[in-house]
């Protein structure tokens, strides 16, 4: 399969959008900009491109995390759990690019779905890691419930206003090169 050089193009400069606005909240714990990147990534290359910005920008963030790189189950867990953002942004507006006031409710109930899909998907991949008993694994989670719920709150709040917001301004002007991104013909 050959992939247009403005495609790659695109999908590169969307991954390295992720990776940036990744490290741009890196002080602030459990607050992130990844996730609606990808989510929006996927909005506008459809399901695949989607899944590549996602899994691509969470490889790169992680393996070149400042406190260093996970371990791979943990990794592969982060870069999986990306992938899905990516393809569900894609599957959200694969009917079209309207934002109604239904639609603009169900993103921020997506980045809800999204982020508890990232947060049970590296617990287990954690646990795995240090071999931890059943006790020790519901000890880690009531122990990190505050960082849980600080995540699925601030990506649900950036899901419902941020991601409509510049989703609106990206979907409003479409061009022949945004349209064969998502791979329809113009």
Known sequence: MRIPIQVLTRLSLLTALGVTLGYALIAIPN????????????????????MFVGAATEGLFSLLHPLGAPSPPLWIAQV?????TGAAGGLFFKAGPSLTKSKWIW?????????????????????????????QILSSLLFGLGFYVIHLASNTVIFFTVVPA?????????????????GNPR
């Not at 900009?33 to 491109?49: E, I, N």
């Not at 999986?80 to 899905?84: D, V």
């Not at 510049?166 to 991104?181: C, E, F, N, Y």
Request: proline share 1%; with cysteine.
């Open 166 to 182: 510049v989703l609106r301004i990206l979907t409003s002007g479409r061009t022949p090169a945004t349209s064969q991104l998502q």
């Open 80 to 84: 999986l759990s990306m992938a899905i």
């Open 107 to 135: 993103i921020g109930i997506s980045g809800f779905l999204c982020t508890l899909n990232f947060a049970v998907l590296t617990t287990i991949a954690y646990s795995l890691t240090v071999s931890l008993s059943m006790k």
């Open 31 to 50: 607050v992130e900009l990844v996730s609606a990147t990808v989510f929006m990534a996927g909005a506008v290359s459809g399901v695949t491109g989607g």
